[in-house]
């Protein structure tokens, strides 16, 4: 391993000041998900990059899902998924599940990572103070030979109807790092799951965060030539969808982004969480490592 000279050290932090000083003090929400989650070595550096944005004046909000996590306690519980829209149902048994995995396991594996890297960070939930209340979501889908519209009752999916961000507010600029489940309390007093993009969406509006980050398995949003996006706003957005040329998986991501700048968030960035120090690269660099969307 080769080891950076003083005078390249010095050159890296001239760089890296303007930028820490945009962000001082300010709020950033970071979506973890993906890859970069399953990976130990990852998840430390993970965890550093935190604390030091946390060392530098900045408030990071870590939002945390667990998909993959999920799936294999179920199959180790012999419970079966049935999916409907091309979504997972809850059901009593699999919400149980949902939050064991959620709450419990993920959310205090990431919380261990950080202290162990030097930080101090505290798990909670949507739950925890009423934090985010959540409604039921139901699909509608669209019969491809009748043409006919069947609305699918997804269980216990649920999306933010409210956020009350004092927890928050009484934790962020004390040191301490949260980390949160996507797990909350409905309307109706059932325990719902919620997707942790959206989840993180609400969160960052509340808190009128700098910049939401989404951490996925790609780049960002790519061109027709599968070059990467720097920068777009909304209105591209919606040609590009337009256009065929954000498609499947990366619409829900846009449209996520869309909602978070609704709610007040300045910046939404969509990046690479297999990328090392990602993070880091897309906040205290020049060039950024992902895609940038605002209003």
Same mark, same amino acid.
């Given at each position: 391993?080769?080891?950076?000279?003083? &005078?390249?050290?010095?050159?890296?932090?001239?760089?890296?000041?303007?930028?820490?000083?945009?962000? *001082?003090? $300010?709020?950033? @929400?970071?979506?973890?998900?993906? &890859?970069?989650?399953? *990976?130990?070595?990852?998840?430390?550096?993970?965890?550093?990059?935190?604390?030091?944005?946390?060392?530098?004046?900045?408030?990071?909000?870590?939002?945390?899902?667990?998909?993959?996590?999920?799936? #294999?306690?179920?199959?180790?519980?012999?419970?079966?998924?049935?999916?409907? /829209?091309?979504?997972?149902?809850?059901?009593? #048994?699999?919400?149980?599940?949902?939050?064991?995995?959620? $709450?419990?396991?993920?959310?205090?594996?990431?919380?261990?990572?950080?202290?162990?890297?030097?930080?101090?960070?505290?798990?909670?939930?949507?739950?925890?103070?009423?934090?985010?209340?959540?409604?039921?979501?139901?699909?509608?889908?669209?019969?491809?030979?009748?043409?006919?519209?069947?609305?699918?009752?997804?269980?216990?999916?649920?999306?933010? $109807?409210?956020?009350?961000?004092?927890?928050? *507010?009484?934790?962020?600029?004390?040191?301490?790092?949260?980390?949160?489940?996507?797990?909350?309390?409905?309307? *109706?007093?059932?325990?719902?799951?919620?997707? #942790?993009?959206?989840?993180?969406? /609400?969160?960052?509006?509340?808190?009128?965060?700098?910049?939401?980050? =989404?951490?996925?398995? @790609?780049?960002?949003?790519?061109?027709?030539?599968?070059?990467?996006?720097?920068?777009?706003?909304?209105?591209?957005?919606?040609?590009?969808?337009?256009?065929?040329?954000?498609?499947?998986?990366?619409?829900?991501?846009?449209?996520?982004?869309?909602? #978070?700048?609704?709610?007040?968030?300045?910046?939404?960035?969509?990046?690479?969480?297999?990328?090392?120090?990602?993070?880091?690269?897309? =906040?205290?660099?020049?060039?950024?490592?992902?895609?940038?969307?605002?209003?």
């Amino acid at each position: 391993m080769t080891k950076t000279n003083p &005078h390249e050290q010095a050159e890296l932090l001239v760089r890296a000041l303007p930028h820490m000083l945009r962000y *001082d003090e $300010a709020t950033i @929400v970071v979506k973890y998900g993906g &890859h970069a989650m399953g *990976d130990e070595q990852m998840a430390r550096d993970f965890a550093r990059d935190m604390i030091l944005l946390e060392q530098s004046g900045v408030n990071p909000v870590v939002v945390h899902g667990g998909g993959p996590q999920i799936g #294999a306690m179920l199959a180790r519980l012999n419970i079966k998924s049935e999916f409907a /829209a091309g979504l997972r149902v809850t059901d009593k #048994a699999t919400m149980d599940v949902v939050e064991m995995v959620l $709450a419990g396991l993920i959310n205090k594996q990431i919380v261990g990572f950080i202290n162990n890297e030097g930080g101090r960070a505290i798990g909670l939930c949507g739950k925890d103070g009423n934090m985010v209340t959540a409604s039921k979501v139901t699909r509608t889908v669209v019969d491809d030979s009748t043409k006919l519209e069947t609305e699918v009752d997804l269980g216990f999916v649920g999306e933010p $109807a409210s956020v009350d961000s004092r927890v928050l *507010d009484a934790l962020l600029g004390r040191e301490l790092i949260p980390v949160l489940a996507p797990v909350c309390n409905g309307v *109706d007093g059932q325990t719902y799951n919620v997707n #942790a993009d959206t989840f993180a969406g /609400a969160i960052a509006g509340a808190l009128k965060a700098k910049r939401l980050l =989404l951490l996925t398995d @790609v780049p960002g949003v790519l061109d027709k030539n599968k070059n990467l996006i720097p920068e777009l706003n909304v209105s591209q957005i919606h040609s590009l969808i337009a256009d065929g040329t954000i498609t499947g998986g990366m619409i829900p991501k846009v449209e996520t982004c869309i909602y #978070a700048l609704e709610q007040g968030v300045e910046g939404v960035v969509i990046l690479d969480g297999k990328v090392p120090h990602s993070v880091l690269l897309e =906040l205290l660099t020049d060039h950024g490592a992902g895609t940038l969307i605002t209003r």
